[in-house]
């Protein structure tokens, strides 16, 4: 079993910056995909961005050039830099790993960019 936590949600204003990270334990190997994903009210859930374990990135257009997905092997934490936040970046955030075909998903964490 994978497990994920994330923090570093919260309210920011319009323009401002959040970093939110997802430390990864258990069962976690060395090759392995982690990423960011969001759910606002009443739409599904949607890609943010991926990493692989060997740095390779990949951002939705939606928030190219404004976040950044980065990751840290030794400590097995992905992090998503937020900058120039908009009030449709709210939604809940949450972490993902894949690895051998399976997904795993952390709890979520509340982004509200609102003045």
């Known amino acids: 079993q994978v497990q994920l936590v994330e923090s570093g949600g919260g309210l920011v204003q319009p323009g401002g910056s959040l970093r939110l990270s997802c430390a990864a334990s258990g069962s976690t190997i060395r090759i392995n995909v982690m990423g960011w994903y969001r759910q606002a009210p009443g739409k599904e859930r949607e890609l943010v961005a991926v990493?692989?374990?060997?740095?390779?990135?990949n951002h939705a257009d939606s928030v190219k050039g404004r976040f950044t997905i980065s990751r840290d092997n030794a400590k097995n934490t992905v992090y998503l830099q937020m900058n120039s936040l908009k009030p449709e970046d709210t939604a809940v955030y949450y972490c993902?790993?894949?690895?051998?075909?399976?997904?795993?998903w952390g709890q979520g964490t509340q982004v509200t960019v609102s003045s």
């Open positions: 993902s790993l894949s690895q051998l075909g399976y997904d795993y």
């Open positions: 990493i692989t374990s060997g740095g390779r990135t």
